[in-house]
């Protein structure tokens, strides 16, 4: 396996840094960024890791916008999954600000939420 992967955003080597520039005299370019694999690997394990293909989240993102159609049909998602949960509602006092003119005022009022119980 090589030690080194060229960043997979097909316009990287369009972005202007100090760093993509190469060559020497008048010969000079912007090249695409050289990544050393396992730069982020700090579990030491062989994992994969998204930035072992990108230099940067700029480049992830442009190459997700750019390939989001055949990303998305790797893993087709054709309907919803569901995890069953047990919903427990409880009720607690919150607060709300009322403006009156020229000031807020805090007022308690006794409000509810959902928790989701341990499923596991
Ligand atoms: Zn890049």
Redesign the pocket.
Known sequence: MSDYNW???P???T?ETQSRVRGTGDNKVLR??K?KVGRYNYSNDNNPNIWNY???Q???M?FLFKFAQEVSNIAPVREPKETPIKVRTEKYESYRYRWSGNAHTREPYQATRKIIENSS
Do not use: E, W
């Open positions: 960043c997979h955003n316009s990287c080597h972005i695409t960024m990544i990108f230099c940067n700029n480049c992830l442009q």
